[in-house]
């Protein structure tokens, strides 16, 4: 399964093909075993198919991300030796009806894919030309899903795609409520009439089950719907996090990008968020060394990253993938050591801001759900409302019933904060709880009497 969004991420499979290949000859020449076949599934198969086919001639499949229904016959056709190709992109195909297999049935946290494709053109990314046209799942298919999860003792749920305030369920017509674009945001394409919309999903997904934590990514900033930041402060169950992917702090830099919004669009929005949604946790996507950009331009970039002071941030240097408009367009002239140092200021930038961020949780108490065991130290691991790992001691704390009750994974825990670095906390647990019982406590002002 293949990603090609930058290169690194395709340098990655070419050496898997390499270990897989020989692994293929060895089973070939072995009497026991079944013979392997090797399949090239996703975004690079859809990029690479011509140069996958001539020149590694072990791969027997390559099928691009929309031809997953078609694998039985692809794997068949190998049969003869033939190299099985199926790389067409759908404009409606959304695996709707095809209920993933969970490989961990332990897992009390999962992601469910609510639309596929992206028509919005930045001129860097290939994602439209890999995944193809945007199309958004049935909120019915949606639901049925979270609910089977709920069944199944799911407890956190991740709604993913490209640009999920674009989502539009098409086979529910309404005419409910259109958006105009803020000031200061644009877009390529005609935004979509009519149809269910993210709003309405969101609304829909937390109400299977008010213990099911919901969240989602990633939300491009353009088109924001008010109704969208309405629904978080609404809801306990669906998190105080929101990806706002920034990608650059220079507004000629977002021209380039065709990112549609400036640098003062990007900063009002990130303000009304934290005026809507007190707390809010905020991450986001950065790309340094992009076509022609000057160190004026990266160091805006840098300002936005001190000015919003981001919970979590995906770095990236800039990697020119073929399609793209900037690919035709620009020249790809940040050399590879100014590009590394830029990551590496972005990076240090990063870390030190989310050390301030996260040192002001210090005593605070937040609602942890626990997720693993940290084999080495044996501590229990969860996550806050923030997606920001917490490290506890495994102990016996105050259960709902008065009792006391070890904490065990797919736990809700209030637990006190006691040290806070800069990509996890650690903290004593304090008590049992729910997402409805913890926030009817902070409702009374976080006044929590423990007996520990
Ligand atoms: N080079 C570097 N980073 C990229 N991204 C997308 N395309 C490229 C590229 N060509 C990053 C963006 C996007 C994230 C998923 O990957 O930041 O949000
Ligand atoms: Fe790529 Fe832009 Fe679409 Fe994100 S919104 S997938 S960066 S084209």
Redesign the pocket.
Same mark, same amino acid.
């Given at each position: 399964m293949t990603c090609a969004?930058r290169e690194g991420a395709e340098i990655k499979i070419w050496h898997r093909l390499d270990h897989l290949r020989g692994f293929k000859r060895q089973r070939a020449m072995s009497k026991n075993g079944y013979p392997v076949k090797i399949g090239i599934l996703g975004c690079m198969a859809e990029r690479l198919k011509e140069k996958l086919i001539e020149k590694e001639k072990s791969v027997d499949i390559v099928a691009g991300p929309d031809s997953y229904r078609d694998l039985p016959r692809l794997l068949a056709v190998t049969e003869n030796g033939q190299t099985a190709v199926n790389v067409l992109l759908s404009l409606d195909e959304t695996y709707a009806d095809v209920v993933p297999v969970r490989l961990n049935k332990n897992n009390i946290t999962a992601f469910i894919s609510v639309m596929r494709g %992206? =028509? #919005?053109? %930045?001129t860097? %990314?290939?994602? $439209?030309f890999t995944?193809g046209k945007e199309r958004s799942r049935p909120v019915t298919s949606i639901v049925d899903e979270i609910k089977l999860l709920s069944d199944q003792g799911v407890k956190e749920v991740t709604l993913l795609g @490209? #640009?999920v305030n674009s989502y539009r369920d098409i086979s529910q017509q309404t005419e409910k409520y259109e958006t105009n674009l803020a000031k200061g945001f644009k877009t390529v394409y005609k935004t979509k009439k009519g149809g269910l919309r993210f709003a309405d999903l969101l609304e829909k997904v937390s109400s299977v089950d008010p213990e099911m934590r919901i969240r989602f990514t990633?939300a491009?900033p353009k088109d924001f719907p008010d109704e969208v930041l309405q629904i978080i402060t609404e809801r306990s169950n669906i998190c105080n996090q929101l990806h706002l $992917?920034a @990608?650059s702090g220079s507004s000629t830099v977002l021209e380039r990008? +065709? +990112?549609g919004y400036t640098r003062e669009a990007y900063l009002e929005l990130v303000a009304k968020v934290r005026s809507v949604i007190p707390g809010v946790a905020l991450s986001t =996507?950065m790309i340094c060394g992009f076509c022609g950009e000057t160190e004026e331009e990266f160091q805006e970039t840098l300002t936005l990253m001190e000015t919003v002071r981001y919970h979590t941030a995906f770095l990236f240097s800039y990697s020119m993938r073929e399609k793209t408009t900037a690919y035709r367009r620009y020249k790809d002239d940040v050399p590879n050591d100014v590009k590394k140092d830029r990551h590496t200021r972005m990076l240090k930038l990063y870390i030190q801001s989310c050390h301030v961020l996260n040192q002001a949780e210090l005593g605070k108490v937040h609602l942890v759900l626990i997720e693993s065991i940290n084999k080495k130290t044996q501590q229990l691991v969860g996550r806050n409302e923030m997606y920001l790992k917490v490290n506890v001691d495994q102990t016996e704390i105050l259960s709902e019933d008065g009792g006391k009750r070890a904490i065990k994974i797919g736990d809700y825990v209030a637990v006190k904060i006691t040290d806070a670095k800069a990509s996890a906390f650690s903290g004593v647990p304090l008590y049992h709880t729910s997402i409805k019982e913890f926030y009817r406590d902070k409702c009374y002002g976080n006044e929590i009497v423990v007996q520990l």
């Open positions: 969004i %992206c =028509d #919005n053109m %930045c860097y %990314c290939i994602v $439209p995944r @490209q #640009n990633a491009h $992917p @990608q990008m +065709r +990112r =996507d």
